[in-house]
């Protein structure tokens, strides 16, 4: 009867925890702000500085740096030759808006759009946040064809 008791308290006891735990990780997850986003960032790899801002009920990113828009100076950023509007052609990247469209679902960003000015092409975007890290994704048609990079602020 011993045994019988004590087990049933145990399975109540890992009932109890299993019911806080699922309480507790919606709220745990909502601790992200949907302005946690917003600031600069630099790639971990240091191929990219970015800043995140808003605009409107949208965030939005800034190229600041990244090393295949710069001329070998190191200094100039190149013009935006690869765009699919001539009339873009010549236009400076620097301070570009190349993040657009990013909205807050959540515990996360989705929707948005990605430029990569050193082909000229389009791409999907979402961004999460992991502990301090912020997480990019850019990808074309689904999540799954993608990449990503993460970042850290500077």
């Known amino acids: 009867m011993r045994t019988l008791t004590a087990s049933r308290r145990s399975l109540l006891l890992a009932a109890f925890a299993m019911t806080s735990l699922a309480a507790t990780g919606p709220a745990l997850a909502q601790q992200t702000s949907q302005n946690s986003i917003l600031g600069r960032w630099a790639a971990d790899d240091g191929s990219v500085k970015l800043e995140m801002f808003k605009a409107g009920a ?37 301070n570009i ?34 502990g301090s890290k912020m997480l990019l994704r850019g990808y074309l048609g689904i999540s799954l064809l993608g990449q990503t990079k993460e970042f850290h602020r500077y």
Not at 78 to 91: E, G, H, Q
Not at 108 to 119: E, F, H, I, K, R
Not at 122 to 129: K, P
């Open 58 to 94: 949208e965030f939005r990113a800034h190229l600041l740096f990244g090393n295949e828009i710069m001329e070998s100076d190191n200094t100039t950023f190149k013009k935006d030759a690869k765009n699919p509007d001539p009339a873009l052609r010549s236009r400076s990247l620097q």
């Open 97 to 130: 808006v190349f993040i657009q469209g990013l909205k807050w679902d959540g515990g996360q960003w989705s929707g948005g759009l990605l430029y990569d000015a050193s082909s000229g092409r389009t791409y999907r975007c979402n961004v999460e946040m992991r």
